[in-house]
């Protein structure tokens, strides 16, 4: 294709998309021309460039451009080998455990985070392992940041947060086998927290899986939240 004909292609392809990712391969033409033509449609505001090779396309509203979900945003980039979610105020908010909106969307990985991403922070949680060997989906892994984060970031009284999250666990999208292989490389907080949860929606032979924390002392910590408020 010549410059003029992968320029139009681009364009007109572009043009008729809403709320997608574009990359450079995902044109025939020679990638220097693509990159052109991508370059001229970020000029006109068409296309946001999120990190060197990846671009959004958003669809209209009345507040301008619709923005890609970070979450979604940092499984583009890093493709489907590593665990993403939510973690932090995007996490709780996300699963309906606070109403607060963080003003940068915080996003865990369970591999070294890629760089130059454009407004998101992410948390580097390689340690957990597990995450990633049970093939955890994004909802899974905002599930354990959301326990992880339950002190600082749940706003909800703790019987409110028990059933939101005895709720999560009997959702269709979140498999309670994965979150207990998951949970071998969790922190001990959330080991505890997610066995006591189990517990409560009648799961004990999977809490029983769980590795308990080491002390007496940690299981009392973890679990505070769950005791304050009745």
Same mark, same amino acid.
């Given at each position: 294709?010549?410059?003029?004909?992968?320029?139009?292609?681009?364009?007109?392809?572009?043009?008729?998309?809403?709320?997608?990712?574009?990359?450079?391969?995902?044109?025939?033409?020679?990638?220097?021309?693509?990159?052109?033509?991508?370059?001229?449609l970020?000029?006109?505001?068409?296309?946001?460039?999120?990190?060197?090779?990846?671009?959004?396309?958003?669809?209209?509203?009345?507040?301008g451009?619709?923005?890609?979900?970070?979450?979604?945003?940092?499984?583009?980039?890093?493709?489907d080998?590593?665990?993403?979610?939510?973690?932090?105020?995007?996490?709780?908010?996300?699963?309906?455990?606070?109403?607060?909106?963080?003003p940068?969307?915080?996003?865990?990985?369970?591999?070294?985070?890629?760089?130059?991403?454009?407004?998101?922070?992410?948390?580097?949680?390689?340690?957990?392992?597990?995450?990633?060997?049970?093939?955890?989906?994004?909802?899974?892994?905002?599930?354990?940041?959301?326990?992880?984060?339950?002190?600082?970031?749940?706003?909800?009284?703790?019987?409110?947060?028990?059933?939101?999250?005895?709720?999560?666990?009997?959702?269709?999208?979140?498999?309670?086998?994965?979150?207990?292989?998951?949970?071998?490389?969790?922190?001990?907080?959330?080991?505890?927290?997610?066995? @006591?949860?189990?517990?409560?929606?009648?799961?004990?032979? @999977?809490?029983?899986?769980?590795?308990?924390?080491?002390?007496?002392?940690?299981?009392?910590?973890?679990?505070?939240?769950?005791?304050?408020?009745?």
């Open positions: 294709m010549s410059m003029k004909s992968t320029a139009a292609d681009v364009r007109r392809r572009v043009l008729r998309s809403e709320n997608r990712f574009w990359h450079v391969d995902d044109f025939g033409g020679e990638p220097h021309a693509v990159a052109m033509a991508l370059g001229r970020l000029e006109t505001g068409e296309l946001e460039r999120l990190r060197r090779g990846v671009y959004w396309r958003g669809g209209d509203t009345h507040f451009r619709q923005r890609p979900e970070a979450v979604r945003t940092l499984r583009e980039v890093a493709g080998r590593e665990a993403v979610g939510a973690a932090g105020w995007y996490a709780t908010n996300l699963l309906g455990l606070s109403t607060q909106v963080a940068r969307p915080v996003v865990s990985i369970t591999g070294r985070p890629p760089t130059g991403l454009r407004g998101i922070e992410v948390i580097n949680r390689a340690a957990r392992t597990g995450r990633r060997d049970a093939h955890l989906n994004e909802t899974e892994v905002t599930v354990l940041e959301a326990l992880e984060g339950w002190d600082k970031y749940v706003e909800v009284d703790s019987k409110k947060a028990l059933d939101r999250f005895a709720q999560l666990l009997d959702a269709e999208e979140v498999r309670i086998d994965r979150l207990v292989r998951a949970a071998k490389t969790e922190s001990p907080v959330v080991r505890e927290r997610l066995r @006591a949860i189990l517990v409560r929606v009648g799961a004990e032979e @999977a809490a029983s899986t769980i590795p308990r924390a080491r002390s007496e002392a940690s299981r009392k910590r973890a679990l505070r939240v769950i005791a304050t408020d009745g």
